[in-house]
């Protein structure tokens, strides 16, 4: 059964909030540099895309998903020399995998309520330290009397909710596969790319089964890399700038941590979180006001799933959608035109460079040979992760 | 149960145990793999920032106040202590056969300081004094923290 809820939306900002500068690192499964050092590369970029230095920067917020990974506790204490954060008001937030949106939230809310005209968003993450094997470091999110004793990993968990999403749909494998295709062709125009190819439909059917319906390359690799942003009041911005990106509308919220008592097939959680975001924004019909979507691929399903709760495709048709071509770079509906975390790379909370970080060049038409063939007034980017519960939403816009 | 029940040991209680096994490969990166290669061949680094000309150390690939690049500068090693502790338990609070001397050192040409075992007798130590490094022999320096095997009065 589905309840339909749009919640009440107490808002008073103080001001708009404008981006202006956006960085990241390569990414790749391991990389000899620290998390300060990969932190520190991506803020030097943006830093100089945004024509501004570091005194400018008068508030940090850093994003970085758990702490397993990198191996270090309080690892934003540890991130802060890395990420510009010392001798300022500096905070970490991480909602999972959901941090690559949420971290950018967090900083509009320090611009929006005025409390910092000038903030600086690190997403940071280290993957590879973590042994035998990333995914590892998941294992401690199950509950530990109902669940972990059955030894479950995150990629059969998924299995699970692609195997209801098909069903429910009638949707086939080999529809799903586009989005890995389209997702991994795009990211050659990416110059951070980590697992950019030129593949086949069939590739992904024959490749190594991992927890059926979910092979090899239905799924991201685990990456190391880091992503920066800076946003900042509107005086500023016009003081850098005569084409700053305007953040919209932010949204974010979490279904229940009973994951297995959900219905599988819908994310409820981006739904929620992609009303409250597009309330903000003054947008009623997604379908025809954005005209850029960058939604969280982690699988390939995924983005298939999130499309239809960030409400860009109907329940069942953003295959439909995929297979049209409607979602390529150059369709009425570009989705994932970075290549996304299945072309370009998956370092958790640093997936913000191919998120928000690319929506910000798309409308800002910096994005270079990834620019999508279109016009782009509108976009939407979104994340996903805790316990496959949470959705985070930001909308964007070049226009004021 | 009430609240007030003092639970001693929670194995009583029906329960269920829990084990995470992970370890960790951690990078030294740049500036790290700079620091240790130096280290090996019984030489100290520090980095210091072109902008500002704070010297750093452990030497770092940028300067954390203004973000600019650093390069590296050689310094002695030796210098003077900033503070001390005398540690007589372990960390499992067992008294040690000896007392160890922790000691944060001020190193001579940097903004920076190292924190390090000191290798002399309690009654003689002080805020001030100077002291240098004592590395293991040649052959034995893997490129770790450890090659200093302590510091000592100089």
């Known amino acids: 059964m589905e309840v339909e809820k749009i919640k009440g939306l107490k808002f008073a900002k103080k001001q708009d909030v404008a981006i202006v500068g956006a960085g990241m690192t390569t990414w790749k499964r391991r990389l000899n540099e620290t998390g300060k050092e990969l932190s520190y590369i991506a803020v030097k970029q943006a830093l100089e895309e945004a024509g501004l230095t570091i005194d400018d920067i008068e508030m940090v917020v850093m994003g970085s998903a758990p702490d397993t990974f990198d191996g270090l506790h309080m690892k934003g204490e540890y991130l802060l020399d890395g990420s510009g954060g010392s001798d300022r008001p500096y905070m970490r937030v991480f909602v999972g995998g959901g941090t690559g949106v949420f971290a950018p939230i967090a900083g509009y809310w320090h611009v929006a309520s005025g409390l910092a005209d000038v903030c600086l968003v690190v997403c940071e993450e280290k993957m590879s330290s973590c042994h035998p094997h990333p995914q590892s470091g998941f294992k401690g999110i199950w509950d530990p009397i109902l669940e972990r004793p059955l030894t479950p990993n995150l990629i059969w968990i998924f299995a699970l909710e692609m195997r209801r999403y098909m069903h429910v749909h009638n949707i086939k494998h080999e529809d799903i596969a586009l989005v890995s295709v389209k997702n991994k062709r795009n990211a050659l125009d990416h110059p951070c790319a980590q697992v950019a190819e030129k593949i086949t439909v069939e590739d992904v059917l024959n490749s190594e089964p991992m927890a059926l319906p979910v092979r090899r390359l239905d799924v991201s690799p685990p990456s190391d890399g880091a992503a920066a942003l800076i946003m900042v009041a509107p005086h500023i911005a016009r003081q850098l700038t005569d084409e700053p990106v305007w953040v919209d509308g932010v949204g974010w919220a979490l279904d229940t941590t009973m994951w297995t008592n959900r219905d599988l097939y819908f994310p409820r959680y981006v739904a929620e979180a992609a009303k409250m975001a597009y309330k903000m924004a003054h947008i009623t019909d997604p379908k025809k006001q954005i005209d850029v979507a960058e939604p969280y691929d982690p699988f390939d399903y995924k983005e298939l799933h999130h499309m239809e709760g960030l409400g860009l495709a109907r329940k069942g048709e953003a295959p439909i959608l995929t297979k049209e071509g409607v979602t390529a770079r150059d369709g009425d509906l570009p989705t994932c035109p970075s290549g996304g975390l299945l072309g370009v790379g998956n370092p958790i909370a640093a997936t913000m460079g191919v998120k928000a970080c690319e929506l910000y060049w798309q409308l800002a038409y910096r994005a270079g040979k990834r620019q999508v063939a279109k016009e782009v007034t509108t976009g939407v980017c979104q994340a996903w992760g805790d316990l496959m519960q949470v959705g985070t939403v930001m909308v964007m816009s070049n226009k004021r | ?154």
């Open chain 2, 1 to 154: 149960m009430v609240f007030n029940e003092k639970i001693v040991n929670p194995t009583e209680l029906r329960h269920w145990e829990g084990k995470i096994e992970l370890y960790w490969v951690y990078t030294s990166g740049s500036a790290g793999d700079e620091f240790f290669k130096a280290l090996k061949k019984g030489k100290f680094i520090a980095a210091k920032c072109k902008e500002c000309g704070k010297v750093y150390f452990p030497p770092r690939i940028y300067c954390e106040y203004d973000f600019s690049e650093t390069e590296y500068v050689n310094i002695s090693g030796e210098g003077t202590v900033r503070a001390f502790t005398v540690a007589r338990l372990d960390k499992d609070e067992k008294p040690l056969e000896k007392p160890e001397i922790y000691a944060i050192i001020d190193l001579d040409g940097t903004d920076g300081c190292i924190v390090h075992l000191l290798n002399a007798k309690p009654e003689d130590v002080y805020v001030g004094m100077r002291v240098k490094p004592v590395l293991k022999a040649k052959n034995k320096r893997e490129g770790r923290i450890t090659d200093i095997l302590y510091y000592k009065p100089s």
